[in-house]
């Protein structure tokens, strides 16, 4: 009995992470706003050159 019940939960959890999975699917991304500081910021903690980082988009708003 208890495998069973074990297989119809992991059917239900398989079920309903599917539809969670398909219900967040759009068709494409917003790459405007900040996105590319985003990224630049995530290299620099990765590279532990967080300074450069701070260097580059102080320019950056300066310049705009």
Known sequence: MTRKF???FFL???????ILMLAGLTKGHDW???FSCYIM???????FSCYKFLEVNQFTIEQS
């Open 6 to 8: 074990d297989f119809i």
């Open 12 to 18: 239900i959890i398989l079920g309903a992470s599917i």
């Open 32 to 34: 405007g706003d900040d």
């Open 41 to 47: 910021q995530a290299k620099s903690i990765v590279n």
